[in-house]
């Protein structure tokens, strides 16, 4: 799988570096009009789309005939898309953190308290999207898995509103805004675990020909 997650990586390399430096003239620009650390919300979002670029290249290229002729499992091809996913999602998340540290030394408004929170909202948002996006990916075209994949992170913050309202009516949330968004952190990576073993299933049995 190492190899696998190597060759996406290559190929990805170009477009992670150009939504690297996005992302941080985003922040610097963002200080002056919005909280910094609300990017931390954004990034590991946008940072994700090389997974599905990467899908589509091989696809496109006919990859997946060709991989499994060679010593890879599909559960370890599918791990690999799911694995690459979240590496590029804390990537996305480190790369924010730049400037809202750098721009925490000159602004009372950034604390760790906002980053936690930021950062909570933004892995949850797209470890759930993931969960709903990648599967489709393997079971639709490149263009209906696109619109999905963009539809995946409307869904995902419905979905984040719906858990915080259902901790509120055991935990007050307002006085425990953090823990309500962990919790959702929580709920989403194990919706992300299921997602990979569903999709491995899946492709398991996918006629690939």
Same mark, same amino acid.
């Given at each position: 799988m190492k190899g696998v997650?190597?060759?996406d990586l290559y190929i990805a390399k170009s477009n992670i570096l150009v939504t690297a430096v996005s992302l941080v003239v985003l922040g610097f620009g963002l200080s002056f009009l919005l909280e910094t650390s609300a990017l931390l919300v954004l990034a590991p979002v946008v940072s994700t789309t090389a997974v599905f670029i990467s899908i589509t290249s091989d696809a496109a290229s006919k990859w997946n005939k060709n991989v499994i002729a060679m010593p890879v499992s599909r559960g370890q091809i599918i791990g690999e898309k799911f694995v690459f996913y979240i590496l590029l999602a804390v990537l996305g998340l480190m790369t924010a953190l730049i400037p809202c540290v750098l721009l925490g &030394? &000159? @602004?009372?408004?950034i604390t760790?308290?906002?980053l936690c929170l930021y950062g909570s909202i933004g892995i949850s948002a797209t470890l759930l999207a993931g969960g709903i996006s990648l599967p489709c990916a393997y079971l639709f075209d490149p263009e209906k @898995?696109?619109?999905v994949f963009m539809l995946s992170f409307?869904?995902?913050t419905g979905i984040i509103a719906g858990i915080v309202l259902l901790t509120n009516l055991f935990i007050p949330v307002k006085e425990n805004i953090l823990l309500a968004f962990n919790i959702a952190l929580g709920i989403s990576a194990v919706w992300?675990?299921?997602s990979y073993q569903v999709t491995a299933r899946i492709y398991q049995r996918q006629d690939i020909t």
């Amino acid at each position: 799988m190492k190899g696998v997650l190597l060759k996406d990586l290559y190929i990805a390399k170009s477009n992670i570096l150009v939504t690297a430096v996005s992302l941080v003239v985003l922040g610097f620009g963002l200080s002056f009009l919005l909280e910094t650390s609300a990017l931390l919300v954004l990034a590991p979002v946008v940072s994700t789309t090389a997974v599905f670029i990467s899908i589509t290249s091989d696809a496109a290229s006919k990859w997946n005939k060709n991989v499994i002729a060679m010593p890879v499992s599909r559960g370890q091809i599918i791990g690999e898309k799911f694995v690459f996913y979240i590496l590029l999602a804390v990537l996305g998340l480190m790369t924010a953190l730049i400037p809202c540290v750098l721009l925490g &030394f &000159f @602004s009372g408004d950034i604390t760790p308290h906002s980053l936690c929170l930021y950062g909570s909202i933004g892995i949850s948002a797209t470890l759930l999207a993931g969960g709903i996006s990648l599967p489709c990916a393997y079971l639709f075209d490149p263009e209906k @898995s696109q619109i999905v994949f963009m539809l995946s992170f409307m869904a995902s913050t419905g979905i984040i509103a719906g858990i915080v309202l259902l901790t509120n009516l055991f935990i007050p949330v307002k006085e425990n805004i953090l823990l309500a968004f962990n919790i959702a952190l929580g709920i989403s990576a194990v919706w992300f675990f299921v997602s990979y073993q569903v999709t491995a299933r899946i492709y398991q049995r996918q006629d690939i020909t």
